[in-house]
């Protein structure tokens, strides 16, 4: 006979690590805790399919965040890296918004992948420090490095329109200043803008798998005042940025598009048939960055913003049904579009294999010197 299942003692512990909790009622308690002992007593194989689920997520993090952790540390770093050198044949413009958004990715990685969803995951074996009020400011420090990952890829989005289609403005904005103070408008406009997540926390960390990852301050879980500022902050990231990004990536592609077919016409006629278009080749790699890197952040973050949602919304008393485990998938995927920019660099654009595999090469060289 199959025994029951012991690795799913998680259940009852996340309803007992914060018993006191504002807005959980006894009766509410009582039931959570009677389903969970009949989970327990109960075989692997006659659970409810959603229970296997997140047992089988929580077993497939245990693997996939800290192999996520190494791979998105060691992608940014190097991407900055190589991107510094100004050697990929990138204008400084377009190298001054890339390093950003991978400072902004490496930043995540760091505050919310190692700090946060590790430590949940693995909760039996880190400790956390219950004197010392950090995780409202972990909280602050958290959200904008995000919305900083976001809104750059924003500013880059529009960086691109404005100087493919917009030609009068170009010699107007396209200035290294101008990039410099956009990124830091859109980072001071960040801080600024998440500032209220110090109020809405206190400064205890709760090892929950929920949005909140820290202690709730009283009357802020089931508040609707706090609430709609929840809402109006995932509006403003990323469903605003979304609808940007597709607005003007629409705009772009149709006038590259445009011109693409009245170029080949005009080359077509031309009596050199054998060279190539230089300038229509580096459009067609821009493009195909610019469309790679929205597509990326967009499809990535779509079901953790579909689940956020469905959250907030029961929490405010409105019957939405979306299994959990999506919040756990939504996560997993968020997580995962703060290390793919290296990939997409490494398919679109030449110069930057190149400098890849010479970082790759000196690392390696180094290390047979190192055992020598």
Same mark, same amino acid.
């Given at each position: 006979?199959?025994?029951?299942?012991?690795?799913?003692?998680?259940?009852?512990?996340?309803?007992?690590?914060?018993?006191?909790?504002?807005?959980?009622?006894?009766?509410?308690?009582?039931?959570?805790?009677?389903?969970?002992?009949?989970?327990?007593?109960?075989?692997?194989?006659?659970?409810?399919? *959603?229970?296997?689920?997140?047992?089988?997520?929580?077993?497939?993090? @245990?693997?996939?965040?800290?192999?996520? @952790?190494?791979?998105? #540390?060691?992608?940014?770093?190097?991407?900055?890296?190589?991107?510094?050198?100004?050697?990929?044949?990138?204008?400084?413009?377009?190298?001054?918004?890339?390093?950003?958004?991978?400072?902004?990715?490496?930043?995540? /990685?760091?505050?919310?992948?190692?700090?946060?969803? !590790?430590?949940?995951?693995?909760?039996?074996?880190?400790?956390?420090? *219950?004197?010392?009020?950090?995780?409202?400011?972990?909280?602050?420090?958290?959200?904008?490095? !995000?919305?900083?990952? /976001?809104?750059?890829? /924003?500013?880059?989005?529009?960086?691109?329109?404005?100087?493919?289609?917009?030609?009068?403005?170009?010699?107007?904005?396209?200035?290294?200043?101008?990039?410099?103070?956009?990124?830091?408008?859109?980072?001071?406009?960040?801080? #600024?803008?998440?500032?209220?997540?110090?109020?809405?926390?206190?400064?205890?960390?709760?090892?929950?798998?929920?949005?909140?990852?820290?202690?709730?301050?009283?009357?802020?879980?089931?508040?609707?005042?706090?609430?709609?500022?929840?809402?109006?902050?995932?509006?403003?990231?990323?469903?605003?940025?979304?609808?940007?990004?597709?607005?003007?990536?629409?705009?772009?592609?149709?006038?590259? #598009?445009?011109?693409?077919?009245?170029?080949?016409?005009?080359?077509?006629?031309?009596?050199?048939?054998?060279?190539?278009?230089?300038?229509?080749?580096?459009?067609?790699?821009? !493009?195909?960055?610019?469309?790679?890197?929205?597509?990326?952040?967009?499809?990535?973050?779509?079901?953790?913003?579909?689940?956020?949602?469905?959250?907030?919304?029961?929490?405010?008393?409105?019957?939405?049904?979306?299994?959990?485990?999506?919040?756990?998938?939504?996560?997993?995927?968020?997580?995962?579009?703060?290390?793919?920019?290296?990939?997409?660099?490494?398919?679109?654009?030449?110069?930057?294999?190149?400098?890849?595999?010479?970082?790759?090469?000196?690392?390696?060289?180094?290390?047979?010197?190192?055992?020598?």
């Amino acid at each position: 006979m199959v025994q029951p299942l012991k690795a799913i003692d998680w259940t009852v512990t996340e309803f007992n690590e914060n018993p006191k909790e504002t807005g959980w009622h006894v009766a509410t308690m009582n039931r959570s805790l009677s389903a969970a002992f009949y989970h327990l007593s109960t075989r692997y194989d006659e659970l409810p399919l *959603k229970f296997r689920i997140k047992y089988v997520l929580r077993v497939i993090q @245990a693997i996939y965040y800290p192999i996520l @952790a190494i791979v998105g #540390l060691t992608a940014n770093i190097a991407t900055i890296i190589i991107l510094s050198q100004r050697k990929c044949g990138l204008s400084r413009w377009i190298t001054r918004y890339l390093v950003a958004m991978s400072v902004a990715d490496l930043l995540v /990685v760091i505050l919310d992948l190692m700090l946060r969803h !590790i430590p949940i995951v693995f909760k039996k074996h880190f400790i956390f420090l *219950k004197s010392v009020p950090l995780c409202n400011m972990h909280a602050v420090l958290l959200y904008t490095a !995000i919305d900083c990952s /976001v809104w750059f890829t /924003v500013a880059f989005t529009f960086d691109r329109f404005v100087v493919v289609c917009c030609h009068k403005l170009k010699s107007k904005y396209w200035t290294e200043r101008t990039v410099v103070a956009i990124l830091v408008s859109l980072t001071v406009f960040s801080g #600024l803008k998440n500032i209220f997540w110090y109020f809405m926390f206190t400064g205890l960390y709760r090892l929950h798998k929920e949005p909140w990852f820290c202690d709730v301050s009283k009357g802020v879980r089931f508040s609707l005042f706090w609430g709609c500022i929840e809402i109006v902050h995932y509006i403003f990231t990323p469903i605003v940025p979304f609808f940007i990004i597709l607005l003007l990536n629409a705009f772009t592609g149709k006038y590259v #598009l445009m011109n693409t077919n009245v170029r080949k016409r005009l080359w077509s006629q031309c009596k050199v048939r054998k060279v190539k278009d230089t300038e229509l080749e580096n459009r067609r790699r821009s !493009i195909i960055l610019l469309f790679l890197i929205s597509a990326n952040l967009i499809l990535l973050w779509s079901p953790l913003l579909i689940s956020t949602f469905w959250t907030r919304m029961n929490l405010l008393g409105y019957a939405v049904w979306l299994n959990q485990f999506w919040r756990d998938i939504g996560f997993m995927l968020q997580l995962l579009s703060c290390c793919t920019n290296t990939c997409i660099y490494v398919v679109t654009q030449k110069m930057f294999r190149k400098q890849l595999k010479n970082v790759l090469l000196y690392l390696f060289t180094a290390k047979l010197q190192v055992i020598q």
